[in-house]
């Protein structure tokens, strides 16, 4: 293994619609060669059309992101141009070339236990506090509900770190009745966090060696997540933009890395409807460049362990 399983968490980059990491479902251009150039009209009819099935606002400068994203879906969609890449997508009732579009204009970047202070605060904190409260207010004899959602959760390791998190501090786990939710809009990522399947080159981000050891079996040059921890998480698709209720009430949410694609009149209203889906005193876990000032007045921030969190009021 390489010198970078040294257990040292690496630090997680800020993502931006600029930066692609697509590492086991690779969307990159390097190799292609065909470049189609994108228009000013169609920046606007494309944009207008990503933002419509996402959410996620394209600056009207991005016309090399436009480029870089679509150009091999050009040529494998047989489109001579962006526009007609939008007109067969809106013509297409099974939604086969909108999934494609989400998936080549998401930004999955991820890592285990990115930021890793996020993690010790779940662990010695947040995690600790959840249960207390839960027991003290459940049933005698009833486990213990715990409820967490991954609310951008890309291709798993998010979850799949929390998952880690309370297998180490669960000293009897049929005490709890613990759910971990992820769900991303992207279909290619949530296909590959359900299956649990990492590359090397994902592997060596954030994971310390003991854990990989632990946690994963190698299969061939990739890593399996085993069914232990695999079994504790279920992942679905769900945009953020759509109402939020069905998906019931939770103790803790992490929304990290995504709202940065939204405008601010989309990220309020998201951290509303978040508000609104959390137990009372519920906690909030946002990106470690984030920030929910004049965003959204339902939450105070606090501080612990060098990271800012937030509980509902
Ligand atoms: C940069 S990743 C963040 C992953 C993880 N939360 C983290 O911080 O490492 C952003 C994720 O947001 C997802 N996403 C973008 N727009 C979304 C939307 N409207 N609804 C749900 N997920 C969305 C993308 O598919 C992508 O997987």
């Known amino acids: 293994m390489s010198a970078l399983l040294s257990g040292k968490p690496a630090s997680g980059p800020t993502a931006s619609l600029t930066s692609s990491a697509k590492p086991m479902n690779s969307r990159s251009n390097i190799g292609f060669k065909k470049s189609v150039k994108i228009t000013p009209q169609e920046i606007n009819l494309l944009s207008t059309y990503i933002y419509s099935i996402s959410g996620i606002h394209i600056e009207p400068g991005k016309a090399y992101l436009l480029e870089t994203r679509f150009n091999r879906m050009l040529d494998s969609e047989k489109c001579k141009n962006f526009s007609e890449l939008y ?29 890793s202070n996020p993690f010790e605060l779940l662990k010695q904190k947040i995690i600790p506090e959840v249960i207390d409260k839960n027991t003290k207010s459940g049933q005698h004899s009833a486990p213990t509900p715990l409820r967490i959602w991954s609310a951008a959760c890309s291709t798993g390791q998010e979850i799949y770190s929390i998952a880690i998190v309370l297998k180490e501090l669960m000293i009897s786990p049929n005490k709890f009745n613990i759910q971990l939710i992820g769900t991303d809009l ?99 876990l946002i990106g470690s460049t984030e920030s929910l000032s004049g965003v959204c007045p339902r939450f105070v921030p606090k501080r612990h362990l060098k990271s800012i969190f937030y509980q509902i009021k």
């Not at 997508?89 to 930021?115: G, H, P, V």
């Not at 966090?193 to 994902?202: D, H, V, W």
Request: overall charge positive.
């Open 87 to 115: 007109h067969k997508a809106k013509a297409d009732k099974s939604k086969t070339i909108e999934k494609k579009i989400i998936d080549a204009i998401t930004t999955n970047e991820t890592l285990f236990f990115r930021d």
């Open 186 to 284: 992207s279909d290619a990522a949530i296909k590959q966090a359900s299956y649990g399947l990492y590359n090397k080159f994902e592997i060596e981000r954030g994971l310390a060696l003991e854990k990989l050891q632990r946690y994963f079996t190698p299969i061939g040059s990739n890593w399996k997540i085993k069914d232990e921890i695999r079994s504790m998480a279920s992942f679905s698709k769900f945009n953020l933009m759509d109402p939020i209720a069905r998906l019931g009430k939770f103790d803790i949410v992490l929304c990290r890395n995504v709202a940065i694609y939204f405008t601010l009149e989309d990220r309020k209203k998201l951290f509303d409807k978040i508000a609104g889906c959390l137990n009372p005193g519920g906690y909030l």
